[in-house]
């Protein structure tokens, strides 16, 4: 284990000495997939073996509940474990909230609106589909990036998988329209369209509704565009956040209270951050109660209720599930 590990594991088990923690657990998808190169995925036979251990070992709260404790400082129940989603993927409600109904547990699902209820993948899903599912390929990719010429090589898969992970560091902190502009060149350059695949679809607004109905569901906005908002101006920001929420209040007729950054590390390049200070501000502006962000950690009454880590669940088995949420209790 790194120096940082060790140090975050002493940190947090003074924490947990001090006051017993909830944890917040971060999942993207429910489905299996030929490549996660992401590693977002959970299968659905793993997500109900999980859900299963959760409903039987913890205390599984709702959003309401939880906010509640994070607002009033109020000290959480023994075990008490948040479930949230990011995105807004179709596996959600056609995998995920089955597996909610059975086990009678709750979950807070995110929920990116540019892209719902079309055929078009998000930006890292979308990439992934060209360099590493499109055959054969040219040699070397050359593209503008806002106004920077950019070579990567893509002779062999090996090559376009580098290229992949490099661009999509790239691209992560970078603003939307820069995005749309690469993913325009890398379109034309592959010689495929814009339309995605069915198995990376986010939901429509129908299944959306349908879903938001659900007793086991709660639904909060996650930016139109999906940007690291840190990159932002704060009147940008303001926007992406502004137009999921109200865009989600519209259709769905119900109140968004629930915010979570994009990405949402704590980790940056500089000036390049995934949330900062004006995403605060711009987030309290709307009038949103509770904003969970993605570093890995426990949940206190101290905790930042505008920046409220979360612990990223993977693939994982039962067993291997099982000893996770043991050390992030562990006190």
Known sequence: MSLA??????VHYVANKVQRPA???????VTDLEQDPQELAVSPANYDAQLGHLAAEYSVLDAARFMYHVKHKKPFPERSVFITFDDGYADNYHEALPVHAKHELPGLFY????KLGTSQELWWDDLERILLATDPLPLALKVNINGQAWEYPTDSFAAARKTYFALQQVLRFSTPDVIDAVMAQLHDWAGVTAEGRSSHRLMTWEELKV????????IGCHTHRHPAVGVLSYDEQYKEIATSKTLLEQHLHLPIDHFSYPFGSRKFLGAKRY????????????DLKMVCANYHGQVHTW?????????????????VFKNKMEQFFKY
């Open 5 to 10: 590990g060790k140090i975050f594991n002493v």
């Open 303 to 319: 905790s930042n209720p505008y920046a409220l880590p979360r612990i990223l669940v993977r693939d994982w088995e039962l067993p």
């Open 211 to 218: 879903m938001s109905q659900s007793p086991y569901v709660t």
């Open 111 to 114: 929920i990116t609106t540019s």
């Open 23 to 29: 944890v917040i657990l971060l999942y993207h998808r």
């Open 275 to 286: 949330y900062n200070a004006d995403s605060i501000k711009a987030a309290k502006a709307l």
